[in-house]
């Protein structure tokens, strides 16, 4: 009855004493309040006032002249941006990356998280857990490192296996064809085993009950796992998935950026490394940060729409 | 106001660098001073203001590119301080990410009175900032300085900006380019030092099947390449083949060295090459450290690029082949083709003193002092080659430097980068070699100066170059290892050729020809 009545005032606040309202009940949770201020000030600090750095995406910014002195151009570098020869290129590549990362890497965590549920003796279970994290503390420059001295054509253990089954070597590192494979690849080497870690904080978390009914119900190990453990974590998969929608073009400059070479460029060109050799190297500033502009819009609508989808089939979504 | 407005940029640039280059934080080496934006605002309280006494030392902050991983010790600068009656402080960082980081704090006022660029190509981007007045110009200056003034006129000339001098140059021999090789393999295999491409290929081709290291293993290859057309055998080879230094003239007019038929004749001999498996076969994905481990491992036998590299892999070399002998040679031309090799402008980085950090003339002339105090010996040789006694003796009037390697690098490398002149201009000590292929190398580097391809361009500009020759360049570059790889043929390189010409590249052919008449 009570909390029916404090609904009802909520939903009426008068409109005079809103602001006093506000004020008493920042006062009343300020604990909570004080607890949130860093993670506030962060946001502020480092995500909103940087944003203020994007006007420079409107200007012919000279450094010396700073963001006041420099002259407007409108649109000028976006109308540059998408008249650009590469442009179609580097955003078909971003984004057939990004699909593929999605359907060939998402589910990878996923499936290693049930595989390793199913694990009855924990030891084994630890250390395979344990060994699959591994790789996600080494860099980029390790792994690709790696991968190259085992592909080379130059005595690359790979390359050397196919020529001793008679199979004719084949151009890993130069080659247009192999630049997606060998990119996918390398991602789920490095992060699948890290992905696996909040799939089973979730799976840990279902009611054990749950499984002791289905066993007496006559339910397999496949049964339980398609009728609890999948719709136990279905909101999981779905916020993350949304999550990863949002870094859709996030895939690593730093990766690419390592395995791009003359060879692979055509396939291997993302908006990140153009940014990175168009516009900061030549210290383009100004239309580097258009693209980035550019790229962060797409990452807003795609998340949003991801989050749209989820509302849509009944889930939380993230906002 | 001013100061937030900077403040909101530096964090603006600073999130955006960081976010886009991800791999920009060894930044933190600086450890012994203040950050970029607490220099900013100390900038103008500099001691410029009252005028020192004589004795009072000059303070001076340099910062500069470091191609080692740690900073250096203050074992070079304190000695510095003491020879030229400084306070000197360093900031360095790392070479890989320098133009970033030069960007980044020209973009914050905060670039302090010494500032050295990275190369080149860093000089040319920063043209437009020295025509808008950032910089001190400092040719008037120089005839006042003892030293300074001895600084060659042609080098200085390939610095200019609109004819007049801002910078002080870090000069470097003119052509270094060569070829090392495992002159056993050759004995063993009874081939002389090649005179010509095809002598070359021949020797990469016994290097490779005639197993020169005689372990009835089919182990070897010939030439070992890297990812860089320019600093790798690509270049060199295309002097060989009488291929102009970047840009040549053509019927009256500047055009780039691939419109040239010697280019298409370079990039054919490197496809034969690598096709033929004489080469490593993934030269474009290939770094520096895997070319030379190649080498050094006993594995190839022929190494095209700065013959001054020969101590280090000789002497890396040895730890595994103990009974491997190396030699350097030049002079290598197409068949009936004349010698000639391609050269630098003379320097490999300059330095600019920045207007926001020095306010006034009586400043700038102390700050030119430091430099000409650099420019003589004592100075010079403290800086290139440390401390005597400690990190080098001098032999027959050379320094010769001490066995500990790795000393030498972490204390004295920082520093001697940063050297300008050269032995002739500032009285350092030239280096005293033991290893019979050096002692040839620093010959045949002599020998390279009269013949040296010049690229005409070094004094001349092309504001459309200077926007997005670098981005262009990429499309030259990608097709000419497309080529070499038999991705696509003549007809496709000369696809590439007219999409660099309609992207930008006809507009620095006119832009630089006009230069070019306009400077004859």
Not at chain 1, 275 to 285: D, H, I, K, R, S
Not at chain 2, 193 to 217: H, N, R, S, V, Y
Request: charged share 20%; with cysteine.
């Amino acid at each position: 009855m009570q909390e029916a009545r404090a609904e009802v005032l909520e939903l009426i606040p008068p409109k005079p004493r809103r602001h006093s309202e506000l004020k008493k009940r920042i006062w009343k949770n300020k604990l909570l309040y004080l607890m949130a201020l860093p993670g506030i000030l962060f946001f502020i600090l480092f995500k909103y006032v940087p944003m203020y750095g994007l006007v420079i995406s409107l200007q012919d910014f000279k450094p010396y002249q700073g963001i006041r002195g420099s002259e407007w151009v409108g649109l000028e570098h976006f109308k540059r941006l998408f008249t650009e020869p590469d442009f179609l290129m580097i955003l078909t590549n971003t984004l057939v990356l990004f699909g593929m990362n999605l359907l060939f890497f998402f589910p990878i965590p996923i499936i290693l998280a049930l595989m390793l549920n199913e694990v009855r003796i924990a030891v084994f279970k630890r250390t395979v857990q344990t060994l699959v994290y591994i790789p996600h503390f080494m860099s980029w420059v390790i792994i690709v490192s790696i991968s190259y001295v085992m592909l080379t054509m130059d005595g690359g253990i790979i390359n050397e296996l196919i020529a001793y089954f008679g199979g004719e070597k084949i151009n890993f590192l130069l080659s247009s064809e192999w630049f997606r494979p060998m990119y996918i690849l390398q991602v789920i080497w490095r992060e699948a085993g890290w992905g696996t870690i909040i799939y089973l904080a979730a799976i840990a978390a279902i009611d054990p009950g749950l499984y002791e009914a289905a066993r007496i119900d006559g339910a397999g190990r496949f049964r339980q796992i398609w009728h609890i453990t999948l719709p136990a974590i279905r909101s999981v998969i779905i916020v993350l998935l949304i999550l990863k929608i949002g870094d859709v073009l996030e895939l690593g400059f730093e990766h690419v950026y390592l395995l791009l070479n003359s060879m692979n460029r055509g396939v291997g060109e993302i908006i990140d490394t153009y940014v990175y050799t168009a516009g900061l190297q030549q210290g383009q500033f100004s239309y580097s940060t258009a693209i980035g502009f550019f790229k962060s819009f797409i990452g807003l609508i795609l998340v949003m729409a991801a989050n749209w989808l989820a509302k849509r089939m009944g889930e939380d979504g993230v906002y | 106001m001013r100061k937030k407005s900077m403040l909101l940029v530096l964090s603006a640039m600073l999130a955006f660098v960081l976010v886009l280059s991800a791999c920009s934080d060894q930044s933190g080496s600086n450890n012994n001073q203040p950050s970029p934006s607490a220099d900013s605002g100390s900038a103008s309280e500099k001691p410029s203001e009252a005028p020192p006494a004589n004795e009072e030392p000059t303070e001076i902050t340099i910062m500069l590119p470091l191609n080692i991983a740690e900073t250096p010790p203050d074992t070079i600068k304190t000695e510095l301080e003491k020879l030229t009656n400084t306070k000197l402080t360093y900031q360095f960082f790392p070479a890989d990410t320098y133009e970033e980081k030069l960007n980044a704090s020209f973009a914050t006022g905060s670039l302090p009175q010494v500032t050295y660029l990275k190369n080149q190509a860093t000089f040319i981007k920063f043209k437009e900032a020295i025509r808008d007045g950032q910089f001190w110009e400092i040719g008037p200056y120089l005839s006042e300085f003892e030293n300074l003034g001895k600084l060659k006129e042609s080098i200085l000339n390939n610095t200019k900006v609109d004819g007049k001098i801002y910078s002080l140059y870090i000069g470097r021999p003119l052509a270094r380019q060569g070829l090392i090789y495992r002159k056993d393999w050759a004995d063993n295999l009874g081939l002389s030092a090649p005179q010509t491409t095809e002598d070359l290929f021949a020797m990469a081709k016994a290097f490779t099947e005639d197993d020169p290291d005689k372990d009835g293993q089919d182990n070897t290859v010939g030439l070992t390449d890297r990812n860089d057309l320019i600093y790798g055998a690509f270049k060199t080879l295309s002097s060989a083949f009488g291929t102009p230094n970047n840009w040549g003239e053509k019927d009256g007019q500047l055009l780039p060295e691939f419109m040239f038929p010697e280019y298409i004749e370079t990039m054919d001999y490197m496809k034969r090459l690598r096709d033929a498996g004489y080469m490593n076969k993934d030269f474009a994905a290939t770094s520096k450290t895997d070319q030379v481990n190649m080498f050094q491992s006993g594995e190839a036998g022929l190494y095209i690029g700065s013959m001054q590299d020969v101590n280090s892999l000789y002497n890396n070399l040895v730890k595994n082949v103990p009974t491997a002998e190396v030699a350097t040679h030049n002079k290598i031309t197409k068949p009936g083709g004349e010698f000639g090799i391609w050269a630098i402008p003379g320097y490999n980085n300059v330095v600019l003193f920045p207007k926001s950090a020095i306010k006034t003339e009586d400043e700038l002339k102390k700050v030119l002092a430091f430099f000409d105090k650099m420019m003589t010996p004592e100075v010079a040789n403290l800086m290139y080659w440390g401390i005597e006694g400690t990190h080098y003796t001098v032999v027959d009037g050379k320094a010769k430097e001490m066995d500990d390697k790795d000393k030498i690098e972490r204390e004295v490398k920082g520093f001697k980068d940063s050297v300008i002149g050269e032995p002739e201009t500032n009285g350092q000590y030239t280096g005293y070699h033991e290893l019979q292929a050096r002692i040839d190398a620093e010959k045949f580097i002599i020998e390279n100066e009269p013949v040296a391809i010049h690229d005409p361009t070094a004094p001349l500009d092309s504001a459309t170059y200077t926007e997005k020759g670098q981005e262009l360049q990429k499309i030259i570059t990608d097709a000419t290892y497309q080529y070499i790889y038999g991705d696509i043929d003549k007809a496709g390189f000369e696809k590439a050729i007219e999409d660099w010409k309609s992207r930008g590249g006809q507009k620095i052919i006119d832009e630089y020809t006009a230069a070019y008449k306009a400077n004859q």
